[in-house]
C-alpha cells in the first residue's frame, strides 16, 4: 500500500470514528478502486437445512439427514446438497439419494439420505450439518456477496446516496452463486459498495467471504 493510500486509510477511519453515532458522512475524493452495485430483486434458488449422521448400510456409507416436516415437499432425488462432516470447515458435494416423507411423531421432521462424492472423507458416526439445494426460487432484495462486511459478530454494507456513505447493518438470508439475499436493511435501488478502494474507507471492517 503507498503513502497516499495510507494516509486516505487513517482519514477515513479517522472520520469514521468521529461519525460514529450518526454513521454517516461526505467525503470528496474517494480512491478509483471502489466500485458501486446496485441492490435488485432477483430470484434466488432456495435451500434446505439438513442434520444427521454419516451412516454405513450394505457397504456404502451414506449422510441419514433430518428435514423438517414443511421442507420435504421440495425435495427431489438427484438434487444437490453440500455437507459439512464433523469439525470439517469445507463442505462435501453430495446429492439426495432417498427420501421418507413420513413424519415422526417425536421429532416432527423426515428423513432423507444424501450420497457422498467424497466417501474416503467421511467416518460412520460423524455428525453432519448440510444445505440440499431445491429447484424453487423465491424473489428476494440481492446484492453481491463482496459488498458484505462483518465487524463484532454482525453483517453490515456501506450504502453510497451522492456524496453520502453510511454504514448499514444488514440481515442475510440465502445465498446463490455470487450474490446473497438481504432480509433486512436494504431495499432494492440502493447503491452498495463493492469489493476494492470500500477498505480505504472502513478498514476496521472484514469482508465477509474471507
Excluded at 37 to 61: C, D, F, H, L, M
Excluded at 127 to 152: C, D, H, M, N
Aim: one cysteine or more.
Amino acid at each position: 500500500m503507498n503513502n497516499r493510500a495510507k494516509k486516505l486509510g487513517l482519514i477515513f477511519f479517522l472520520t469514521l470514528s468521529a461519525c460514529s453515532k450518526k454513521q454517516s458522512f461526505k467525503i470528496g475524493a474517494f480512491p478509483s478502486e471502489i466500485s458501486v452495485s446496485q441492490a435488485k430483486i432477483k430470484n434466488i434458488k432456495t435451500k434446505i437445512p439438513a442434520y444427521g449422521i454419516v451412516i454405513e448400510k450394505n457397504g456404502r456409507k451414506e449422510l441419514e439427514v433430518n428435514i423438517e416436516a414443511g421442507d420435504t415437499q421440495s425435495l427431489r432425488i438427484g438434487q444437490e446438497a453440500k455437507a459439512f462432516i464433523g469439525s470439517a470447515t469445507k463442505p462435501i458435494s453430495a446429492k439426495v439419494s432417498h427420501i421418507l416423507r413420513a413424519v415422526s411423531s417425536e421429532t416432527g421432521q423426515s428423513l432423507a439420505w444424501l450420497r457422498p462424492s467424497q466417501k474416503s472423507l467421511i467416518t460412520p458416526g460423524q455428525f453432519v450439518t448440510a444445505w440440499i439445494y431445491t429447484s424453487q426460487e423465491k424473489k428476494a432484495v440481492a446484492i453481491p456477496k463482496s459488498a458484505v462486511l462483518l465487524r463484532g459478530g454482525k453483517k453490515f454494507v456501506v450504502i453510497k446516496s451522492q456524496d453520502q456513505y453510511r454504514v448499514q447493518e444488514i440481515k442475510t438470508g440465502i445465498s446463490s452463486g455470487k450474490e446473497i439475499e438481504v432480509t433486512t436493511g436494504v431495499k432494492a435501488g440502493d447503491s452498495i459498495l463493492t469489493r476494492g478502494g470500500i477498505f480505504f474507507l472502513y478498514p476496521d471492517f472484514k469482508a465477509a467471504e474471507d
